[in-house]
């Protein structure tokens, strides 16, 4: 099913991070893929291609009463023109303006039917510059957000750092966001294969967190946007995981950016797969078995996480011992 | 619902034509001697009266967006996601109105009266309102995107929907200030009701909203499963008709109504969804065309209804009557454009039922 939905990609980035560079490099490269682009500012792009929709970012608050559910209704309407033409495309780019808060473009795929019953958030690639990041990580909420939605990180300009800075970089990055896939690059010259069609917020993909990010509380940030790891051991309780995530979810959903968990459940052979985008969720099981001695991860990216709090909750929703 | 009926309506008074592309529109020339048919690979398909093929105008390089009648006996004006305004002849010439440089154009809507009548298009934040000639007479700007367009019955007043509410302008005022119709959301289309008593809009959350235009009054009308898309007011304003459930959803604007009232809900197809209603332009019947392909006609006083085609195996996306109310035009998804000849029998509401 999922592959009948067209897969849209979003590119954050500030400005001057070679978000239009590598824009063009896609539009313009030899791939035997057609991409539809939605941008903000008509003309900044080199191409001339019919499929560039010229869009402003228009965001709303749903009336659901949930204050951080913002949505982008330019993408909704969008989408659903694209999808109305007769010469197809193989994916949607959507540019976001280097300022802006990547999480209404991803809670659009989650809240309305019309978009998603057509396409799907396939991935958030965000272009950082080596130079400049840890900068901008300093003075911008933006920016923080920018990494901390991400699922690939673009690490440009490498030519203008010195290998012990790019790794300094890297580990910043790394301090947001254990998750998101890391590529370096120098004029943005990533393979375009290796961005899109990536199936990032596909569910069945969640396999991959890395023990290696768990429980490294070291990093000791105290503001800013960072990453709080856990894993358990006993099976879980589903009930209690449900009630347990969807209140914290409700209540802290505004600080908590993205989660990802691989849960076993008790009495379940497979493994349960859940994401979440501030207050938006998503879960279900996978046609993965659980492993001998599986333990239960789920990460955290947000502001003012409290571990220990987020600790015992979670080990709160094990089966009793 | 008897399935010989259906067949043979559509087979018996219509013609279909295989268009291959996704059919964004339908609408009849103000004569009523042709029918217009924007397509998603940018055409658009007229088919006159009592011709046997249709005439294919390659009119926009991408898709059409929208299209409504000329402001003269024939013709269309097309508007498409290569932005541009076109008005398309019944013969297939085209002239460019306007261009936006690239920016989608939305939405159009026109009006007409004898001496003379307007065109307004949409295209980002902007209402481009022209004369007859096609002459630019001025640009309504508005807070966010507008989201859909619409002319009073006398063309006195133009609503456009957007973020936030909707904005009501008097098309002849030298000063260039709407009266703001708010409340807080993402409003995705518009309505005005045929005496200018309200207007309304469809939401981003499977509602409507109307302000009733003598107190501001607000109406909320919600419950639907799924978006409305389509929504107008029957010929007398008693009625608002809107798509978005498994029914006709028909709000009372009568008695005190919609407020405090319960809707109408007529021609239930269970768990199919109406996707798009016409009212008719002379009687308070409505029709409309469901997601299984299915058009059917529905009288409101009677509640009865005549189904006019077999289920299909795309969703109905576009819907017209002709002026006269004689004619019906339908699209869908997948292509398949109809046209439908009622006048024979001057009710064939009756004559199907009996």
């Known amino acids: 099913m999922s592959e009948m939905l067209v897969p849209v990609t979003v590119l954050t980035g500030f400005l001057g991070a070679g978000k239009t560079t590598l824009l063009n490099r896609i539009l313009t490269e030899q791939h035997g893929r057609r991409y539809a682009v939605v941008i903000n500012e008509f003309g900044e792009l080199g191409v001339d291609n019919d499929l560039v929709v010229d869009a402003d970012e228009e965001v709303f608050e749903m009336n659901n009463g949930c204050i951080c559910c913002t949505v982008r209704g330019d993408l909704i309407r969008i989408i659903g023109g694209l999808m109305k033409r007769s010469k197809k495309f193989d994916g949607i780019i959507v540019e976001t303006t280097g300022l802006a808060n990547p999480a209404p473009v991803a809670q659009t795929f989650f809240v309305d039917d019309g978009v998603r019953a057509r396409a799907r958030l396939d991935a958030i690639v965000t272009v950082a510059d080596a130079k400049n990041l840890p900068a901008r990580l300093a003075d911008s909420a933006e920016a923080s957000a920018q990494i901390a939605f991400a699922d690939i990180v673009i690490l440009n300009k490498l030519d203008l750092v010195t290998p012990e800075e790019a790794d300094a970089v890297q580990a910043r990055i790394r301090a947001v966001n254990p998750l998101a896939r890391i590529v370096r690059a120098t004029r943005a010259d990533v393979p ?11 569910l069945a993909r969640i396999l991959d967190i890395d023990p290696s990010f768990l429980e490294s509380d070291e990093h000791g940030h105290t503001e800013g946007v960072y990453s709080a790891s856990f894993e358990v051991a006993r099976p879980i309780d589903m009930q209690k995981f449900q009630q347990w995530i969807s209140t914290l979810l ?3 959903g505004g600080d908590l950016l993205r989660t990802k968990g691989i849960l076993h459940i008790a009495g379940e052979p497979r493994r349960f797969a859940f994401q979440a985008v501030h207050m938006m969720a998503d879960g279900d099981f996978q046609d993965v078995a659980v492993g001998p001695e599986e333990k239960s991860r789920l990460v955290f990216i947000g502001r ?10 979670f080990e709160a929703c094990q089966v009793a011992a | 619902m008897s399935e010989a009926a259906t067949a043979s309506l559509l087979s018996a008074r219509g013609v279909t034509h295989e268009l291959g592309a996704h059919v964004i529109a339908a609408c009849f020339d103000r004569a009523g001697r042709g029918v217009a048919f924007g397509l998603g690979d940018g055409s658009v398909v007229l088919l006159a009266a009592g011709a046997s093929e249709p005439r294919r105008v390659d009119a926009h390089d991408g898709a059409v967006m929208a299209l409504c009648p000329d402001t003269r006996a024939d013709g269309f004006i097309s508007a498409g996601d290569d932005g541009t305004l076109l008005r398309i002849s019944p013969t297939g010439e085209i002239t460019k109105l306007y261009a936006s440089g690239g920016k989608w154009i939305e939405h159009v809507a026109s009006f007409a009266e004898p001496r003379g009548g307007l065109i307004a298009c949409a295209s980002g934040r902007h209402v481009h309102l022209f004369d007859v000639a096609g002459q630019r007479l001025k640009t309504l700007t508005h807070p966010s995107t507008v989201t859909g367009i619409a002319f009073d019955t006398r063309g006195k007043r133009i609503a456009a929907s957007h973020y936030n509410g909707a904005s009501l302008w008097f098309t002849a005022s030298k000063s260039n200030n709407p009266r703001l119709l708010e409340w807080k959301g993402s409003h995705t289309g518009v309505a005005i009701h045929p005496a200018t008593d309200a207007v309304v809009t469809s939401m981003q959350e499977n509602s409507l909203h109307g302000w009733r235009l003598s107190d501001g009054q607000h109406m909320r009308m919600s419950g639907y499963p799924a978006k409305t898309e389509s929504l107008g007011f029957t010929r007398s304003g008693k009625w608002l008709a809107s798509s978005g459930a498994d029914s006709i959803v028909l709000w009372p604007f009568f008695g005190g109504g919609p407020m405090g009232k319960l809707p109408t809900e007529l021609a239930q197809i269970e768990n199919v969804l109406c996707t798009r209603i016409a009212c008719h332009p002379k009687d308070e019947l409505v029709a409309a065309g469901y997601a299984n392909g299915i ?12 189904p006019l085609n077999d289920v299909g195996p795309s969703p109905i996306s576009a819907l017209a009557w002709s002026p006269d109310g004689a004619g019906l035009a339908f699209g869908t998804e997948w292509g398949q454009a109809a046209f439908i000849d009622l006048s024979a029998s001057r009710s064939p509401i009756r004559a199907a039922s009996s």
């Open chain 2, 295 to 306: 058009v059917l006609i529905a009288q409101i006083s009677s509640q009865n209804v005549l």
């Open chain 1, 192 to 202: 375009v294969e290796t961005l899109l069609h990536q199936n990032a917020f596909d």
């Open chain 1, 304 to 313: 003012d996480l409290n571990r220990p709090q987020l600790r015992r909750g």
């Open chain 1, 250 to 252: 409700q209540e802290k």
